[in-house]
């Protein structure tokens, strides 16, 4: 209940009309491969990320 609750106040907040939540679906259905690639070139460039190196520490004895 608190979640749909929280849902309907953001899209009210947000949007101005939280019956706009119902439309979520369909919306995102709309979403093409062309979209998501469109978007990943404007946001995913090479200026536009973080790398980070994972080195794992040295394992130590397990205590018993």
Known sequence: EFRRVLFRSNYELFFGD???LADVAGDI???????????AKIYC?????TV????????????P
């Open 18 to 20: 939280q019956r706009k």
């Open 29 to 39: 259905a709309k979403i093409t491969a062309e979209d998501v690639q469109r978007v």
């Open 45 to 49: 460039g090479e200026k536009n990320r």
């Open 52 to 63: 980070a190196t994972l080195v794992p520490e040295k394992e130590t004895e397990a205590k």
